[in-house]
């Protein structure tokens, strides 16, 4: 993977990182945990498999699932030079 594309996949991790830490940081811990016990990835993991995320986190938030998933939306919506990865991941976030 080329620098530009790391520095990307880093930024975007971390946007949502930030958004699970704002909600509440002991559910990041939470999420790490499950994603560990599920599926033996780390929450950074998700990157290529966002069908982790979206299950954990689906479990975790409950009824406040799609708000989270707006905070992602808003918090990655800076993110310019990765459409097709935003696009992909929230399409199968969606589902």
Known sequence: MDSNAE???L??????ELVIM???GA????IE???NALYNCKIWDYYEHPEYLRTVLKEVYKEDY???IEDIKLETSRLVDIDK???YFFKVMES
């Not at 930024?11 to 949502?16: D, E, G, M, V, W």
């Not at 559910?27 to 939470?30: I, P, Q, R, Y």
Request: charged content about 20%; aromatic content about 8%.
């Open 85 to 87: 990865q935003k696009a």
């Open 27 to 30: 559910n990041f811990h939470l």
């Open 7 to 9: 520095q990307n996949k």
């Open 33 to 35: 945990a499950k994603l």
């Open 66 to 68: 799609n708000s989270i």
């Open 11 to 16: 930024a975007f991790i971390n946007c949502i």
């Open 22 to 24: 704002r909600r509440n």
